[in-house]
């Protein structure tokens, strides 16, 4: 449509400029009664052209009028033009989606572009909690999306292995390994020893002791089984527990339907010298100097500190102040190793979109700057922020996990609703608002919950489509014959209703992915299973719009093919969430 109405304008003005035709809008009115489609073109062109909207928008509404796909035409305020289509464009997506199935909606918007999501990557010093869950599933629903816009999508995780948290996951995956040998030494005893205490204590580490001993005997222990030198154990300890640790999040996040394709080890980033490479990189540039940052006010500013460090010009790209790179003994601070691991992922994307909580806001403008001056602008780097959820049970928060001990686990999550629904529930509010996850809420069979409300309309669907089979023939409605059907008989008001939503997909899918909000595919399947209960519900008010006609049989086919692409539609939908669309409900 929006390719008719630019070229209705270019015959009202042969000579408008390319640039003024390029930002053409057509698109849904907000108010359904203004039509189907409404454009600005009239409004665009009225400066260049030097004339008045009205009257370049009258000459629109004469051209347009003689489209064969538009029924109604009108002027609208100060040069908008309002179009309504004939009903036979919407049949035409009916079948477009019963041809095209999974592809329907899909486009080329981010062809040739290749987009990192970063998501998830929690220290890897214990199993997956709820803190960890939106996050993992914004991310893994953006990717999607971004992969049905047409970008070259990679999905990472990073593996912070290098900082203390790991130091002390490796000493309480000892202490583990010692008790499973037969030493027990109290927790604040064996803690004395550890660097920074027994910082590790929830009952998941026990398996990780019990298969360090399985492997190694007593000899990662001293003499009379007590604790050994450090450098008897630790690497081996550390390594393994690691192993182990990251074998337990990938099977929490399959549990969840996530796998990631690329794992990023910090530890191996360092070694590899790809932080010393960017920081000299920079060094390069000017953009490097020797100085001391002004204190903190207010706040604890991490790696600060009143003596003379490295500092990057992040000024320069937007940030607020400078940063440090380099501590004043020469050590990496935590964030030159992420600009180090973000040059990594710079270096083979063209979009970097962080997903993060809600607590790193002071990252954003810090690393927008680095990558910015890494790459000379050519790689765009973006953050979706995750605000915290709260889980609630009976009314009163959940807060302890049987294994973990001090959290909700994101097993206990899934064990408890299962995994669709933990999905479509994170995804049914935008990532930054904040929100209550009710157990009992998302498990009810009502439509208030939106996860049954949804699958009870494909349920529905599919419901329809076997009475279908059982009255024609499951060769009558393969989704090729019901495309190859005549649909000019769908003219009720709430039969068009439900086209007109389905119609809306492929730009559903552009909008959200260029907005990285995943929560407006969940919304767009909230609403189109509402379209399609509306159109049950009046089939059983009046019988003549009931889907299967005795004495109609190509009515009947005309609908059952309308009920096959809203199910589609709603796989599809669904699909891009991670969610899966239930045959029946029981």
Same mark, same amino acid.
């Given at each position: 449509m929006r390719e008719k109405v630019v070229a209705a304008l270019k015959t009202v003005l042969p000579d408008l400029p390319d640039d003024v035709a390029a930002r053409v809008e057509v698109t849904p009115p907000r108010d359904a009664s203004h039509g189907d489609m409404a454009t600005n073109a009239a409004l665009l062109a !009225?400066?260049?052209?030097?004339?008045?909207?009205?009257?370049?928008?009258?000459? +629109?509404? !004469?051209?347009?009028?003689a489209l064969p796909d538009i029924a109604h035409v009108e002027m609208a305020g100060p040069?908008? *033009?309002?179009?309504?289509?004939?009903p036979a464009l919407f049949h035409d997506v009916a079948k477009a989606v019963l041809k095209r199935g999974a592809a329907y909606g899909q486009s080329r918007l981010g062809a040739g572009k290749r987009a990192n999501v970063e998501y998830v990557s929690a220290n890897p010093t214990g199993p997956m909690h709820v803190g960890h869950c939106r996050g993992a599933v914004v991310g893994d629903a953006l990717a999607n999306l971004l992969a049905a816009a047409g970008f070259n999508v990679t999905r990472e995780y990073y593996v912070n292995d290098a900082g203390a948290q790991v130091i002390a996951l490796t000493w309480a995956a000892y202490w583990r390994y010692l008790q499973a040998i037969g030493t027990e030494i109290p927790a604040d005893e064996f803690g004395a020893l550890a660097p920074s205490?027994?910082?590790?204590?929830?009952?998941?580490?026990? !398996? *990780?002791?019990?298969? +360090?001993?399985?492997?190694?005997?007593r000899a990662l222990a001293g003499a009379d089984g007590g604790v050994a030198p450090e450098n008897a154990w630790f690497e081996t300890v550390r390594a393994e527990a690691l192993a182990q640790m990251m074998g337990m999040i990938k099977e929490d996040l399959a549990a969840l339907g996530i796998e990631h394709e690329i794992f990023s080890s910090e530890a191996e980033i360092l070694k590899s010298g790809k932080v010393d490479a960017a920081i000299a990189q920079l060094e390069a540039r000017g953009l490097l100097y020797e100085g001391v940052l002004e204190p903190p006010k207010g706040k604890k500013l991490e790696d600060w500190e009143a003596r003379p460090q490295t500092l990057f010009r992040s000024t320069e790209f937007g940030d607020d102040q400078d940063r440090a790179l380099r501590k004043s003994d020469g050590s990496n601070t935590y964030f030159a190793n992420d600009v180090g691991y973000h040059a990594d992922k710079a270096s083979r994307s063209d979009l970097l979109i962080d997903v993060l909580g809600a607590d790193h806001g002071g990252y954003v403008s810090r690393m927008r700057a680095a990558i910015t001056a890494l790459t000379e602008g050519k790689t765009a780097f973006?953050?979706?922020?995750?605000?915290?959820?709260?889980?609630?049970?009976?009314?009163?928060?959940?807060?302890m996990s049987k294994r973990a001990g001090t959290f909700v686990t994101l097993r206990d999550l899934i064990d408890e609703v299962g995994k669709d629904a933990v999905r479509f529930t994170m995804l049914t509010r935008k990532a930054d608002a904040q929100m209550e996850f009710d157990l009992n809420a998302v498990v009810a069979q009502t439509r208030d919950n939106p996860v049954f409300y949804v699958n009870y309309a494909h349920a529905r669907c599919r419901s329809v489509l076997r009475l279908g089979e059982e009255r024609y023939g499951a060769e009558a409605m393969t989704e090729a014959a019901l495309a190859g059907q005549d649909l000019s008989s769908l003219t009720a008001d709430e039969e068009l209703a439900v086209l007109r939503r389905i119609a809306e997909l492929p730009r559903q899918i552009e909008a959200a992915a260029l907005a990285r909000e995943p929560h407006r595919i969940a919304t767009y399947c909230i609403d189109l299973a509402a379209d399609f209960h509306a159109l049950w519900n009046r089939g059983r008010e009046e019988t003549s719009l009931r889907f299967i006609q005795d004495d109609a049989p190509e009515v009947s086919k005309a609908r059952l093919a309308l009920v096959a692409a809203i199910a589609a539609t709603l796989r599809i939908g669904l699909g891009l969430l991670g969610v899966e669309a239930v045959e029946e409900l029981r």
């Amino acid at each position: 449509m929006r390719e008719k109405v630019v070229a209705a304008l270019k015959t009202v003005l042969p000579d408008l400029p390319d640039d003024v035709a390029a930002r053409v809008e057509v698109t849904p009115p907000r108010d359904a009664s203004h039509g189907d489609m409404a454009t600005n073109a009239a409004l665009l062109a !009225a400066k260049p052209a030097k004339r008045k909207p009205f009257e370049i928008a009258k000459e +629109l509404v !004469a051209q347009l009028e003689a489209l064969p796909d538009i029924a109604h035409v009108e002027m609208a305020g100060p040069g908008f *033009v309002n179009m309504t289509l004939k009903p036979a464009l919407f049949h035409d997506v009916a079948k477009a989606v019963l041809k095209r199935g999974a592809a329907y909606g899909q486009s080329r918007l981010g062809a040739g572009k290749r987009a990192n999501v970063e998501y998830v990557s929690a220290n890897p010093t214990g199993p997956m909690h709820v803190g960890h869950c939106r996050g993992a599933v914004v991310g893994d629903a953006l990717a999607n999306l971004l992969a049905a816009a047409g970008f070259n999508v990679t999905r990472e995780y990073y593996v912070n292995d290098a900082g203390a948290q790991v130091i002390a996951l490796t000493w309480a995956a000892y202490w583990r390994y010692l008790q499973a040998i037969g030493t027990e030494i109290p927790a604040d005893e064996f803690g004395a020893l550890a660097p920074s205490g027994l910082q590790y204590q929830g009952d998941y580490l026990i !398996a *990780v002791g019990q298969a +360090l001993a399985k492997k190694h005997g007593r000899a990662l222990a001293g003499a009379d089984g007590g604790v050994a030198p450090e450098n008897a154990w630790f690497e081996t300890v550390r390594a393994e527990a690691l192993a182990q640790m990251m074998g337990m999040i990938k099977e929490d996040l399959a549990a969840l339907g996530i796998e990631h394709e690329i794992f990023s080890s910090e530890a191996e980033i360092l070694k590899s010298g790809k932080v010393d490479a960017a920081i000299a990189q920079l060094e390069a540039r000017g953009l490097l100097y020797e100085g001391v940052l002004e204190p903190p006010k207010g706040k604890k500013l991490e790696d600060w500190e009143a003596r003379p460090q490295t500092l990057f010009r992040s000024t320069e790209f937007g940030d607020d102040q400078d940063r440090a790179l380099r501590k004043s003994d020469g050590s990496n601070t935590y964030f030159a190793n992420d600009v180090g691991y973000h040059a990594d992922k710079a270096s083979r994307s063209d979009l970097l979109i962080d997903v993060l909580g809600a607590d790193h806001g002071g990252y954003v403008s810090r690393m927008r700057a680095a990558i910015t001056a890494l790459t000379e602008g050519k790689t765009a780097f973006e953050v979706v922020m995750c605000q915290i959820v709260r889980v609630v049970k009976d009314g009163e928060p959940v807060r302890m996990s049987k294994r973990a001990g001090t959290f909700v686990t994101l097993r206990d999550l899934i064990d408890e609703v299962g995994k669709d629904a933990v999905r479509f529930t994170m995804l049914t509010r935008k990532a930054d608002a904040q929100m209550e996850f009710d157990l009992n809420a998302v498990v009810a069979q009502t439509r208030d919950n939106p996860v049954f409300y949804v699958n009870y309309a494909h349920a529905r669907c599919r419901s329809v489509l076997r009475l279908g089979e059982e009255r024609y023939g499951a060769e009558a409605m393969t989704e090729a014959a019901l495309a190859g059907q005549d649909l000019s008989s769908l003219t009720a008001d709430e039969e068009l209703a439900v086209l007109r939503r389905i119609a809306e997909l492929p730009r559903q899918i552009e909008a959200a992915a260029l907005a990285r909000e995943p929560h407006r595919i969940a919304t767009y399947c909230i609403d189109l299973a509402a379209d399609f209960h509306a159109l049950w519900n009046r089939g059983r008010e009046e019988t003549s719009l009931r889907f299967i006609q005795d004495d109609a049989p190509e009515v009947s086919k005309a609908r059952l093919a309308l009920v096959a692409a809203i199910a589609a539609t709603l796989r599809i939908g669904l699909g891009l969430l991670g969610v899966e669309a239930v045959e029946e409900l029981r």
